[in-house]
């Protein structure tokens, strides 16, 4: 599932500046690591649990049911 986001141009252009910094695949990539940054999550927990799957976004949104 996707939304879209509004933003002003010049926000537009300072993230894609980002995105090609940070040499992410994608906007939401990007968005992700600012966010990462802005809760100062050290991105060494990042892989911390080599056996575990990477998350689905099923698996989120499975998450909140009840």
Known sequence: MS???ELKRNTARRLEELKKKYHAKSMDETVKRLISKA????ESMFGSHPQMKPFEQEDEAGSHEL
Do not use: A, K, M
């Not at 809760?39 to 050290?42: A, H, L, R």
């Open 39 to 42: 809760e100062n999550i050290p």
């Open 3 to 5: 939304t879209t986001v």
